[in-house]
T-cell receptor
Framework: SQTIHQWPATLVQPVGSPLSLECTVE??????LYWYRQAAGRGLQLLFYSVGIGQISSEVPQNLSASRPQDRQFILSSKKLLLSDSGFYLC??????????????FGEGSWLTVV | AQKVTQAQTEISVVEKEDVTLDCVYE???????LFWYKQPPSGELVFLIRRNSFDEQNEISGRYSWNFQKSTSSFNFTITASQVVDSAVYFC????????????FGAGTILRVKS
């Protein structure tokens, strides 16, 4: 069966410090991968998605970047964190069933507090 | 543009009561997909159901049931005989059409079930 893991689960970082959140998927190949952020207001915002190695699409301009160095690895990064980067970050993968529609499954999430 | 509205910000019920969470969506596409996710206090988003726009059959899974009505653009979620473990934030989401497989989420409904 497929599983998705992301880490670290929780981190507190000072303003201006770098960030690296990692996500890996097991049990599937060539998945679509996503990074979402959930700010304090509960809404979920799509940040990045990737349909393959090295292919990254950004949904909103921001202080963050994403990379996909391997088929099942998706990394969210920042060179210098801002206070506004605080939030709950969720990685997700997409189960591709083109005839009946696709389902997106989420990882456990990472709580980021920028201080 | 696609949009999902969950008008109920927060609902409180007593255990064993039935509760319905409302979801209204907007899309110009004829093929789309609707989802419900549960977010317990741990933060992880748990997939509950996906419905295709061409399948209006209602679905029941244990204490959970979903009522999909294209005529009113609604995809409501009912929990029968609620339990404390049902306490969570519930998100309705939409994908398809011009947005491809990317999920557009509603703001979420906080459900509190009291014993």
């Amino acid at each position: 069966s497929q599983t998705i893991h992301q880490w670290p689960a929780t981190l507190v970082q000072p303003v201006g410090s770098p960030l690296s959140l990692e996500c890996t998927v097991e049990g599937t190949s060539n998945p679509n991968l996503y990074w979402y952020r959930q700010a304090a207001g509960r809404g979920l915002q799509l940040l990045f998605y990737s349909v393959g190695i090295g292919q990254i699409s950004s949904e909103v301009p921001q202080n963050l970047s994403a990379s996909r160095p391997q088929d099942r690895q998706f990394i969210l990064s920042s060179k210098k964190l801002l206070l506004s980067d605080s939030g709950f970050y969720l990685c997700a993968w997409e189960e591709l069933k083109s005839l009946s529609g696709n389902t997106i499954y989420f990882g456990e999430g990472s709580w980021l507090t920028v201080v | 543009a696609q949009k999902v509205t969950q008008a109920q910000t927060e609902i409180s019920v007593v255990e064993k009561e039935d509760v319905t969470l409302d979801c209204v969506y907007e899309t110009r596409d004829t093929t789309y997909y609707l989802f419900w996710y549960k977010q317990p206090p741990s933060g992880e988003l748990v997939f509950l159901i996906r419905r295709n726009s061409f399948d209006e059959q209602n679905e029941i899974s244990g204490r959970y049931s979903w009522n999909f009505q294209k005529s009113t653009s609604s995809f409501n979620f009912t929990i029968t005989a609620s339990q404390v473990v049902d306490s969570a934030v519930y998100f309705c989401a939409l994908s398809g059409g011009e947005y491809g497989n990317k999920l557009v989420f509603g703001a979420g409904t906080i459900l509190r079930v009291k014993s």
